[in-house]
Protein backbone atom coordinates (compact mmCIF):
# COMPACT_ATOMS: atom_id res chain seq x y z
CA UNK A 1 0.00 0.00 0.00
CA UNK A 2 3.04 2.24 0.91
CA UNK A 3 4.28 1.78 -2.54
CA UNK A 4 1.02 2.88 -4.26
CA UNK A 5 0.77 6.01 -2.37
CA UNK A 6 4.51 6.82 -3.49
CA UNK A 7 3.55 6.11 -7.13
CA UNK A 8 0.10 8.17 -6.77
CA UNK A 9 2.03 11.13 -5.00
CA UNK A 10 5.12 10.79 -7.74
CA UNK A 11 2.03 10.71 -10.93
CA UNK A 12 0.61 13.90 -9.33
CA UNK A 13 4.05 15.48 -9.27
CA UNK A 14 4.61 14.91 -12.42
CA UNK A 15 1.00 15.64 -13.76
CA UNK A 16 1.52 19.30 -12.07
CA UNK A 17 4.92 19.86 -13.53
CA UNK A 18 2.78 19.04 -16.90
CA UNK A 19 0.55 21.83 -16.50
CA UNK A 20 3.40 24.32 -15.42
CA UNK A 21 4.91 23.57 -18.87
CA UNK A 22 1.74 24.38 -20.57
CA UNK A 23 1.69 27.25 -18.68
CA UNK A 24 4.91 28.71 -19.00
CA UNK A 25 5.03 28.12 -23.28
CA UNK A 26 1.92 30.34 -23.19
CA UNK A 27 3.36 32.93 -21.14
CA UNK A 28 4.41 35.86 -22.57
CA UNK A 29 7.09 36.87 -19.92
CA UNK A 30 9.87 34.96 -20.86
CA UNK A 31 12.50 37.94 -20.51
CA UNK A 32 11.45 41.86 -19.30
CA UNK A 33 13.04 45.17 -20.53
CA UNK A 34 15.96 45.67 -17.23
CA UNK A 35 15.90 49.22 -15.32
CA UNK A 36 19.56 48.88 -14.73
CA UNK A 37 21.36 51.85 -15.63
CA UNK A 38 20.77 55.44 -16.08
CA UNK A 39 18.13 57.03 -17.94
CA UNK A 40 16.16 54.28 -17.81
CA UNK A 41 12.29 55.37 -19.04
CA UNK A 42 9.95 53.40 -16.29
CA UNK A 43 7.01 54.88 -18.18
CA UNK A 44 6.15 51.13 -19.78
CA UNK A 45 7.35 47.60 -19.59
CA UNK A 46 8.53 45.52 -22.49
CA UNK A 47 7.90 41.76 -22.23
CA UNK A 48 8.96 38.85 -24.90
CA UNK A 49 7.51 35.66 -25.15
CA UNK A 50 7.84 32.54 -27.35
CA UNK A 51 4.76 33.95 -29.03
CA UNK A 52 4.49 37.64 -28.47
CA UNK A 53 5.88 40.68 -27.31
CA UNK A 54 3.96 42.79 -25.01
CA UNK A 55 4.16 46.36 -23.46
CA UNK A 56 2.81 47.10 -20.23
CA UNK A 57 1.97 50.94 -18.91
CA UNK A 58 2.07 52.43 -16.18
CA UNK A 59 -1.40 53.50 -16.42
CA UNK A 60 -2.27 49.47 -16.67
CA UNK A 61 -3.33 49.11 -19.84
CA UNK A 62 -1.08 46.52 -21.86
CA UNK A 63 -0.58 46.12 -25.30
CA UNK A 64 0.60 42.55 -27.14
CA UNK A 65 1.89 41.59 -30.42
CA UNK A 66 1.94 38.62 -32.20
CA UNK A 67 4.90 37.39 -34.16
CA UNK A 68 4.55 38.18 -37.96
CA UNK A 69 6.96 35.92 -39.05
CA UNK A 70 8.59 32.10 -37.85
CA UNK A 71 11.60 32.48 -39.94
CA UNK A 72 12.40 36.40 -38.41
CA UNK A 73 12.64 35.38 -34.90
CA UNK A 74 15.75 34.49 -33.00
CA UNK A 75 17.33 31.24 -33.26
CA UNK A 76 16.86 30.93 -29.94
CA UNK A 77 13.34 31.82 -29.50
CA UNK A 78 12.55 29.09 -32.09
CA UNK A 79 14.56 26.38 -30.89
CA UNK A 80 13.07 26.93 -27.37
CA UNK A 81 9.81 26.59 -29.33
CA UNK A 82 10.39 23.21 -30.41
CA UNK A 83 11.62 21.94 -27.41
CA UNK A 84 9.01 22.93 -25.41
CA UNK A 85 6.13 21.74 -27.35
CA UNK A 86 7.57 18.65 -27.92
CA UNK A 87 8.20 18.40 -24.52
CA UNK A 88 4.15 18.51 -23.39
CA UNK A 89 3.28 16.15 -25.98
CA UNK A 90 5.78 13.89 -24.38
CA UNK A 91 4.68 14.93 -21.29
CA UNK A 92 1.04 13.88 -22.03
CA UNK A 93 2.29 10.74 -23.32
CA UNK A 94 3.98 9.90 -20.13
CA UNK A 95 1.27 10.89 -18.24
CA UNK A 96 -1.31 7.96 -20.24
CA UNK A 97 1.80 5.59 -20.66
CA UNK A 98 1.72 5.78 -16.80
CA UNK A 99 -1.51 5.62 -15.64
CA UNK A 100 -2.08 2.25 -17.17
CA UNK A 101 0.94 1.32 -14.78
CA UNK A 102 -0.22 2.04 -11.49
CA UNK A 103 -1.36 0.29 -9.20
CA UNK A 104 -4.48 1.65 -8.25
CA UNK A 105 -5.94 1.26 -11.99
CA UNK A 106 -7.24 -1.61 -13.29
CA UNK A 107 -5.22 -2.29 -16.36
CA UNK A 108 -2.95 -4.94 -16.80
CA UNK A 109 -4.16 -6.25 -13.18
CA UNK A 110 -3.20 -9.77 -14.46
CA UNK A 111 -0.04 -9.17 -15.38
CA UNK A 112 1.93 -7.56 -12.43
CA UNK A 113 5.09 -7.12 -13.59
CA UNK A 114 4.15 -5.96 -17.29
CA UNK A 115 2.32 -3.44 -15.46
CA UNK A 116 5.39 -2.62 -13.22
CA UNK A 117 7.37 -2.11 -16.53
CA UNK A 118 4.78 -0.10 -18.11
CA UNK A 119 4.88 2.62 -15.24
CA UNK A 120 8.78 2.32 -15.30
CA UNK A 121 8.56 3.38 -18.22
CA UNK A 122 6.08 6.28 -17.81
CA UNK A 123 8.71 7.81 -15.55
CA UNK A 124 11.34 7.36 -17.63
CA UNK A 125 9.21 9.41 -20.13
CA UNK A 126 8.77 12.08 -17.32
CA UNK A 127 12.33 12.32 -16.83
CA UNK A 128 13.35 12.64 -20.92
CA UNK A 129 10.66 15.12 -21.34
CA UNK A 130 12.17 17.39 -18.04
CA UNK A 131 15.86 16.78 -18.49
CA UNK A 132 16.26 16.71 -22.18
CA UNK A 133 13.51 19.17 -23.37
CA UNK A 134 12.17 21.70 -20.95
CA UNK A 135 15.16 22.06 -18.62
CA UNK A 136 17.61 22.26 -21.56
CA UNK A 137 14.94 24.81 -23.24
CA UNK A 138 14.77 26.99 -20.35
CA UNK A 139 18.09 26.73 -18.98
CA UNK A 140 19.42 27.98 -22.71
CA UNK A 141 17.00 31.01 -22.91
CA UNK A 142 18.19 32.02 -19.59
CA UNK A 143 22.06 31.28 -20.62
CA UNK A 144 20.97 33.82 -23.72
CA UNK A 145 19.67 36.95 -21.62
CA UNK A 146 21.91 36.51 -19.26
CA UNK A 147 24.83 36.72 -21.57
CA UNK A 148 23.51 39.84 -24.05
CA UNK A 149 22.78 41.45 -20.16
CA UNK A 150 26.85 41.40 -19.65
CA UNK A 151 27.52 41.91 -23.09
CA UNK A 152 28.97 45.29 -23.06
CA UNK A 153 28.24 46.18 -26.71
CA UNK A 154 24.56 45.56 -25.78
CA UNK A 155 22.56 48.45 -25.22
CA UNK A 156 21.43 49.96 -22.47
CA UNK A 157 17.90 50.67 -23.17
CA UNK A 158 18.36 46.60 -25.29
CA UNK A 159 19.21 44.54 -21.89
CA UNK A 160 16.46 42.32 -20.69
CA UNK A 161 15.95 40.24 -17.44
CA UNK A 162 14.71 36.91 -16.50
CA UNK A 163 10.70 36.52 -16.79
CA UNK A 164 7.74 34.76 -15.08
CA UNK A 165 8.29 32.15 -17.28
CA UNK A 166 11.37 31.24 -16.51
CA UNK A 167 11.01 30.52 -13.16
CA UNK A 168 7.62 28.31 -13.64
CA UNK A 169 9.26 26.70 -16.30
CA UNK A 170 12.28 25.32 -14.02
CA UNK A 171 9.62 24.76 -11.00
CA UNK A 172 7.57 22.38 -13.57
CA UNK A 173 10.68 20.73 -14.65
CA UNK A 174 11.89 20.32 -10.81
CA UNK A 175 8.35 18.53 -10.08
CA UNK A 176 8.78 16.33 -13.73
CA UNK A 177 12.08 15.24 -12.01
CA UNK A 178 11.46 14.73 -9.20
CA UNK A 179 7.73 12.62 -10.12
CA UNK A 180 9.49 11.05 -12.41
CA UNK A 181 12.00 9.76 -10.16
CA UNK A 182 9.47 8.16 -7.68
CA UNK A 183 7.88 6.59 -10.63
CA UNK A 184 11.19 4.73 -11.40
CA UNK A 185 12.11 3.66 -7.64
CA UNK A 186 8.63 2.57 -6.96
CA UNK A 187 9.10 0.37 -9.95
CA UNK A 188 12.91 -0.99 -9.10
CA UNK A 189 12.17 -3.40 -6.69
CA UNK A 190 10.82 -6.75 -7.87
CA UNK A 191 11.31 -9.07 -5.43
CA UNK A 192 9.42 -6.92 -3.17
CA UNK A 193 5.57 -8.10 -5.05
CA UNK A 194 6.28 -11.65 -4.82
CA UNK A 195 4.46 -13.71 -2.30
CA UNK A 196 4.80 -17.38 -1.10
CA UNK A 197 2.72 -19.93 0.20
CA UNK A 198 3.21 -20.43 4.29
CA UNK A 199 4.67 -22.98 5.47
CA UNK A 200 2.81 -25.97 6.00
CA UNK A 201 2.71 -27.85 9.30
CA UNK A 202 4.41 -30.97 9.70
CA UNK A 203 1.83 -33.59 9.71
CA UNK A 204 2.18 -36.56 12.09
CA UNK A 205 2.26 -40.08 11.22
CA UNK A 206 -0.99 -41.86 11.60
CA UNK A 207 -0.71 -44.86 13.95
CA UNK A 208 -3.56 -47.73 13.89
CA UNK A 209 -5.21 -48.35 16.65
CA UNK A 210 -5.91 -51.53 18.37
Same mark, same amino acid.
Given at each position: ?? *???????????????????????????????????? *?????????????????????????????????????????????????????????????????????????????????????????????????????????????????????? *????????????????????????????? *?????????????????????????
Amino acid at each position: MA *NAGLQLLGYTLAFLGFIGLIASTTMAEWKMSSYAGD *NIITAQAMYEGLWQACVHQSTGQMQCKVYDSILQLPAEVQSTRGLMITSIFLGAAALMVTAVGMKCTTCLADDKQQKSKVALAGGVLFIVADMVLALAATSWYGENIRRKFFDPFTPT *NSRYEFGKALYVGWGASALLLLGGSMLCC *NCGSKAAGKSYPPPRAAERPKTDRV
